[in-house]
């Protein structure tokens, strides 16, 4: 048997291969029609939130967002150096200096302690990065973020449907991202993103910076092509707007998916409860495995190996790739130290949770669609690695 | 009949549809995989070109070329206004002063005569759109732009597999952009593009722009995971990466549709020709309509409407639209006029043809899954129109 890390989180169902062969028979137009407003609407219903929009990406949706705080010289935002490359770009592109935070070893996430000594009179936003599908509670910054016109990011991309308090991520900060590329909990066939802006007066900027800066006109008028086919505008000073569309096929599989996406989280919690149950033996492996219902999604399936004098997650990693064909993955190397932010002077001094972790983490195969057969396997080919392992640290 | 303004440029026919189909049952990964890989090949070697890349629009591969191009303050970009606004914002956003071109009133595309005298010691590139689908033959400046280092840039979105000089559109310029937005000659399911670059040390650089930064490290790894699943670096000073990925069904799209593409554009010549020709007794309606093979291959089938004392292009569209239900579209409005550019400091003082071509413009629906029955039916509502029009004039 052989696990590889998959390009995709899941497969698709024939029911739900057949509404998207549908629409490429027959959807007219191709994109930026009614199965994008049909998107937009049942996403909507299920972050219990209007304002949404269906982008190309979630990192379009933090360019989106990083255009709408109104960036300025010396401008501060606060983001995790342990997540994905995209939570950062948008918001140093647009002149940010950014902030790296420390994530919360318990959790690994960001350290909302670590973040509060990390505030200054610059700072402008923060990002909740909503990591490997755990929901982060920073409800009590909230308040504090308020009075100080501090706005909150929620970056949900690992996170659909993942909840806190009862609300489901990505509706309770000020902004917020979620992504369906390929490996996430679903995907809108490889690519796609939302955007969520809880301003409504935002919100309302957001399908021009999305479109070339289409708008309708401020007045009725009397023939369609007159003064021109369509309006081009941008209510927001010194901004040029982007392209960052989505198809009709795409929208119609987040349609579908939208619909199954419970069913498919519950699997990977079951999933994951039973991964983690299984490994309680081993103290090596430490997860994250919060009783709250829905509280973590994952979209990963990470945990950190305690190091001993002579053995480390890397011997792990290599039995298994060598030994089992499982191939697993080591996630987050800490953002400042790629050449891409450290030549743009986005670098930072070391921060001790993010290395610890990212030195000594192990992050295996979890798509969805993996069998039952093969889950099974894996499991039994960890624990068999763990106890080799074990006898080589005693010897 | 009716014949709508269509949001999709064609059907897929069955065997493509079921290539389609197996790519959303069993492709891993769902983007930047095979189909991404083989839809490059293709399309390299349609255009006889390699060093070509696809993305997520022609817009996304614009934004790539304005930052392969360096622009600094006070660098000018020649633009025809009369495009669509994609071809012109990117480079505005990177800090161009957009200097616009007028057309040629013949052949509705950039006049080289307007552009010569435009060109200063600023002059940083030069963006030829070939609009409409109409090849603009810009062999004779070359040379003269090579000598003054500025760079030409073929804007082909409309005028896929067109040809000037026994070459494609595309393949002749220092940088060139394709679009498969639902409405082109082609689409790869409503969205996507394709970037070319002819100098192979800045091509290199597209892949990593496209995509966050993402590239190879410059040593063998012994681990896969060691340092880092994968490196984020950009051989570009003071640029950010941007994620432009375009998935891997719509790289299928893009291989099927590249296959039937000659046909597709051989019926749209063949219609435009036909309608031209059953035109040819009405002198209110003037087409470009060049003899040389693949000159045009007609995105659009656009006129110029010759006005009279009272009667104008609105009166036939209205006539059109109110009695023959078809919908025809008037394109495009002087970029410069709008409130987009002019808030940026990018307006114009009036560009003559530009504006008499604009004012007095029509475009039929074109799309090429058109019945011949609603052609034809076109054909004889233009005409009827037409004729009343003429005892109007004439009354």
Redesign the interface.
Known sequence: MKI?W???AH??EKKE?NF??NI??N???????KYLKLFEKKFGNFIKKSNVFAV??A??AL?IISLLLGIKKNDEIIIPAHTY??SA?PF??NGAKIVWSDINFKTRTVDLGDIKKKITSKTKAIVIVHLYGYAVDFRNIINFCKKKNIKIIEDCAQAIGAEVGGKKVGSIGDFSCFSF???KNM?T???GGIIYVKEKKLARKVPGLRH??HCNYRFKRK???????G????DL??V????F??????CGAGIVMLKRLNALNKKRIKRAKKFIKEMSNFDELQFVNPTEKNRHVYHLLSAYYQPSKYINK?DL??IL?EKYSIK????Y?PLYK????K??GQGSKKLLNTEKFYNNMISFPFHVWMSDKEFNYMIRSVKKSLLSLQKLRNK
């Open positions: 590889p998959s390009g995709r497969s698709f291969i998207l062969t490429i028979k959807a007219d137009p191709l994109t930026q029609g190309s990406s990192a379009a360019e490359c995209a770009i140093a592109r590329h390929a490996q995907t066939l490889g690519e070339n800066g023939n369609y092509w007159v003064p021109a086919m309006n081009l505008d941008l000073k010194g040029w707007p982007y392209k569309t989505i198809s009709e096929i795409q890397n990693i290599e790739f697993c993955a080591v996630q190397y790629y050449a891409l932010f030549k743009m």
